[in-house]
């Protein structure tokens, strides 16, 4: 696979963080995915665009995908505790398990529960972090049923990083 990455600190549109897009060039075989609606979601292929929000404030990382027309596919929310930016300025983040997926057509999917759990049980993750994750889940959710996230307008953002705004 080939790809371009970009990132930059973005402040606009109710959003402050930081925001990265990965362009996929080429990529030999595509990845397909199917929700329980069966439908083919195409989520990797040459011309696909993943852009991240991670915001300096908050528990979540929201990945939308962009077909090769630049059509929103999903977007896919991580939920977690918290995040950073490598020596090389890569944005990392611990994840918490649980992830939220919302298409277009208004479908929402809760995926992970059982990750969460197994982590607790485990020990890998503490009650703290537990109830932050479904905190921040159920925040999300909240706003995602009242149709305030994601922000449509954040989709805009990647003209910030492609240069093309």
């Not at 057509?105 to 993750?125: F, N, R, S």
């Amino acid at each position: 696979m080939e790809k371009t990455f970009r990132v930059r600190e973005v402040e606009a549109d109710g959003f402050h963080g930081r925001v990265s897009i990965l362009q996929m060039d080429r990529v030999d075989e595509p990845f397909v995915w199917k929700y329980d609606n069966g439908k083919p979601l195409t989520l990797m292929a040459t011309g696909v665009q993943w852009m991240d929000h991670v915001p300096f404030q908050g528990h979540y990382v929201l990945n939308t995908v962009f077909d090769e027309q630049g059509e929103i596919v999903q977007w896919y929310i991580d939920i977690m505790k918290q995040h950073g930016v490598t020596e090389d300025g890569v944005p990392w983040y611990d994840d918490l398990y649980l992830d939220l997926v919302v298409l277009p057509t208004g479908e929402v999917y809760l995926l992970d529960e059982d990750e969460l759990e197994d982590a607790l049980k485990g020990g890998h993750i503490s009650q703290a972090d537990y109830d932050l994750a479904w905190r921040e889940t159920r925040r999300l959710q909240e706003e995602i049923a009242a149709g305030r996230f994601p922000n449509p307008k954040w989709a805009e953002h990647r003209r910030f990083l492609l240069g093309t705004h």
